[in-house]
């Protein structure tokens, strides 16, 4: 059964930056597209960006310009490039391909 993994998270101030890491236990990303999501305390989880197979990227409005998705298929790995951080980034992030899920990494932005 294939596994992801997130890394990445922590505590930063508003404006601040953070990169997130997907690693899957088999290189499949090159294969299907690879969503983003995340989800804040009380919230439902939502899709924040995603790289299809062919490398296109998509992104919700909210963070257009700001974040950034990645893909390296040698290292099996999903990236999320996240610049000027707003508390209302605060959340779990998750990635996620063909309903597989890691077990996400906490992003907390706040002064």
């Known amino acids: 059964q294939m596994r992801l993994m997130e890394s990445g998270g922590g505590l930063v101030q508003p404006g601040g930056s953070l990169n997130l890491s997907c690693v899957a236990s088999?290189?499949?990303?090159?294969?299907?597209?690879t969503t983003w999501h995340r989800q804040a305390a009380g919230k439902d989880r939502g899709w924040v960006a995603m790289?299809?197979?062919?490398?296109?990227?998509m992104y919700i409005n909210s963070v257009k310009g700001r974040f950034t998705v990645s893909r390296d298929s040698a290292k099996n790995a999903v990236y999320l490039e996240m610049n000027d951080l707003s508390p209302e980034d605060t959340a779990v992030y998750y990635c996620?391909?063909?309903?597989?899920w890691g077990q996400g990494t906490q992003v907390t932005v706040s002064s």
């Open positions: 790289i299809t197979s062919d490398g296109r990227k």
């Open positions: 088999e290189n499949i990303f090159n294969l299907y597209a």
């Open positions: 996620e391909q063909r309903n597989y």
